[in-house]
T-cell receptor, first 112, second 111 residues
Framework: DAGITQSPRHKVTETGTPVTLRCHQT?????MYWYRQDPGHGLRLIHY???????DKGEVSDGYSVSRSKTEDFLLTLESATSSQTSVYFC???????????FGSGTRLTVV | QKEVEQNSGPLSVPEGAIASLNCTYS??????FFWYRQYSGKSPELIMS????GDKEDGRFTAQLNKASQYVSLLIRDSQPSDSATYLC???????????FGPGTRLSVLP
């Protein structure tokens, strides 16, 4: 079984609608992250969490919010989707900040 | 602005050759360094970590770190077509909160 799963894998949504992406991990990792990956920009950090109900902003957090009510789940919400948020979104986790990440399979989001 | 830089490539090497991938970073306080491999349409996969100056070998992969020069590299010996992928360098921030990724180097190993 995959240690970290994302849902949905693909989504097409309309501009202005709210969208929630889900990340679920079974590794009991304390730290979880949301990144977006775009051509020419690489992976950029949106938000991260260092424990249940403890979250902080990353480099590109405008227009996004997150919630972590359980260790295993980390939700990313686009409050009002825009075309600039069309991207591939990756969730990642680690048990220690000095460790490398385990990544989920990604969610390809298209905003039309 | 914390930055991690890599040549975007593509870097093309013949099968069996050594592929050398380079990464420079700007934050002198960084302590943890990672290399990820990402196949097209897939998620990044951790392949190497290095924390101390010098070389670290794992199979066909060798990571090299020089903190004084703010430089980390990845050597792939006996390159195979299956090594064709984008290689991402990641460096932790000085405060240790998270990692900054480079844009990646696309490697193509030609049969």
């Amino acid at each position: 079984d995959a240690g970290i799963t994302q849902s949905p894998r693909h989504k097409v949504t309309e501009t202005g609608t709210p969208v929630t992406l889900r990340c679920h991990q079974t590794e009991n990792h304390r730290y979880m992250y949301w990144y977006r990956q775009d051509p020419g920009h690489g992976l950029r950090l949106i938000h991260y969490s260092y424990g249940v109900k403890d979250t902080d902003k990353g480099e590109v957090s405008d227009g996004y919010s997150v919630s972590r009510s359980k260790t295993e789940d980390f939700l990313l919400t686009l409050e009002s989707a825009t075309s600039s948020q069309t991207s591939v979104y990756f969730c990642a986790s680690n048990g220690d900040r000095a460790q490398g990440y385990t990544f989920g399979s990604g969610t390809r989001l298209t905003v039309v | 602005q914390k930055e991690v830089e890599q040549n975007s490539g593509p870097l093309s090497v013949p099968e069996g050759a050594i592929a050398s991938l380079n990464c420079t970073y700007s934050d002198r306080g960084s302590q943890s360094f990672f290399w990820y491999r990402q196949y097209s349409g897939k998620s990044p996969e951790l392949i190497m970590s290095i924390y101390s100056n010098g070389d670290k070998e794992d199979g066909r992969f060798t990571a090299q770190l020089n903190k004084a020069s703010q430089y980390v590299s990845l050597l792939i010996r006996d390159s195979q077509p299956s090594d064709s992928a984008t290689y991402l360098c990641a460096v932790n921030t000085f405060d240790g909160q998270n990692f900054v990724f480079g844009p990646g180097t696309r490697l193509s190993v030609l049969p």
